[in-house]
């Protein structure tokens, strides 16, 4: 099943270019991680994907269900009820956590799913302290973002996505604002959670693990989506710019 899907999203900041004519979908239980260099598009994509950017031109559906359409040449968007809506079928875990400072880890967790979802406060109670459970966090409950490592912090940011019961996460450079060895905890949750077959689009300069956890790839550069292949297809690519962009990479064969 189709969860997510964009059509022909074009977006332009003050006259520059940043999306162009972009095109993609990803189905239930998928992985796709969206590779490319800095200024490619990437961040821009997945903040139109996720409703943080209005897209100039395109369709934008979750679950067959148009958020945005494209007519005369501009992007239409839903009214704020249906937007609403859509916004529950998604989560999205930043670079920089995004965390409330002023709460504790468990009310970051809860608040959403309680004031948002209007959910049973025991319930939801319950689901997040499994999250942390699930997040090598439970000692942490009570802490706020102030007392915890950037790794913490960040399984603290995923927890809080999959507290809404998202269809589909999205990451948005999960692991750059980390050093390498916390790196690695978050890539561990994460591939913990492709194992359990939850839809990801992932943007990552991790190459390993990128190869490793995705279904598919989409390598991005200059706004344009120069190739879309499974992550053997991608890295064994005769394409001149895939190569060179990869060659930048120490890429382990398993």
């Not at 679950?63 to 839903?78: C, V």
């Not at 966090?137 to 706020?144: I, V």
């Amino acid at each position: 099943m189709k969860l997510f899907e964009m059509n022909h999203v074009k977006k332009s900041f003050d006259g520059n270019i940043v999306l162009k004519n972009i095109s993609l979908s990803v189905q239930e239980g998928e992985v796709v991680a969206i590779i490319g260099p800095s200024g490619s598009g990437k961040s821009t994509l997945l903040r139109c994907a996720t409703l943080l950017e209005t897209m100039d031109d395109g369709d934008l559906y979750y679950l067959g269900e148009p958020a945005a359409k494209s007519e005369g040449g501009h992007a239409i968007y839903a009214p704020n009820a249906e937007l609403k809506k859509i916004e529950r079928q998604f989560g999205l875990v930043f670079q920089n956590f995004n965390l409330f400072p002023h709460y504790s880890v468990m009310k970051n967790i809860m608040d959403a799913p309680i004031h948002v979802q209007k959910r049973d406060r025991a319930e939801v109670q319950k689901e997040a302290e499994a999250l942390l459970q699930k997040m090598g966090l439970s000692d942490r409950a009570d802490y706020y973002p102030c007392q915890l490592s950037g790794g913490q912090q960040q399984r603290v940011s995923i927890a809080r996505a999959l507290a809404m019961k998202p269809k589909i996460l999205f990451f948005d450079e999960p692991t750059s604002a980390l050093d390498p060895e916390l790196t690695g905890e978050i890539l561990k949750v994460i591939t913990e959670l492709a194992k359990e077959k939850m839809t990801m689009v992932i943007v990552t300069h991790e190459m390993n693990f990128a190869k490793d956890v995705s279904d598919r790839m989409i390598f991005m550069d200059q706004g344009v989506i120069v190739e879309e292949l499974s992550p053997e297809e991608l890295f064994a690519s005769t394409n001149q710019r895939t190569k060179e962009f990869l060659g930048k990479y120490h890429i382990l064969n398993h």
